[in-house]
Structure formats: C-alpha cells, structure tokens
C-alpha cells in the first residue's frame, strides 16, 4: 500500500483562523478522502492478518501433530 503523507489543505493557507476546519469545504474533502485511504488501508491490513494467521496456525499444528 502506498504510505506517502499528504498535507492537508490547511497547511500553510493564508486564510486559516482558529477554529476553521468546522467550516472550510476543502479540509472536509481532505478529511472524507483520508477517511477513504484508512479504510482501505484497515481492509487490506485485515487481509493480511489473516493470511498470516493462517498459516501461521498451519505450522503450529503441523508442530503439534508432529511426533517426538
């Protein structure tokens, strides 16, 4: 997965003022979009865990089961 950073819209804006991100249209789209990536981001970790669970549960019991 691509782990590049992004800066948000914020960054260096000559308009910001405490307490804008309550009502600034760009950083919302910014925020939605992020949202979007650490979804996918979680969905493609979730998959991962799994396959490595998976085998990882295989060796055990192929350990297990192995005699002695």
Do not use: S
């Amino acid at each position: 997965m691509n782990d590049t950073r992004i800066n948000p819209p914020c960054y260096n804006c000559e308009e910001r003022y405490l307490g804008c991100h309550a009502n600034c249209a760009y950083y919302r789209a910014f925020r939605e979009e992020l949202e979007e990536a650490k979804a996918k981001r979680r969905k493609y970790d979730d998959a991962q865990d799994f396959q490595i669970r998976g085998m990882t549960n295989g060796i055990r019991e192929k350990e297990r089961r192995r005699p002695r």
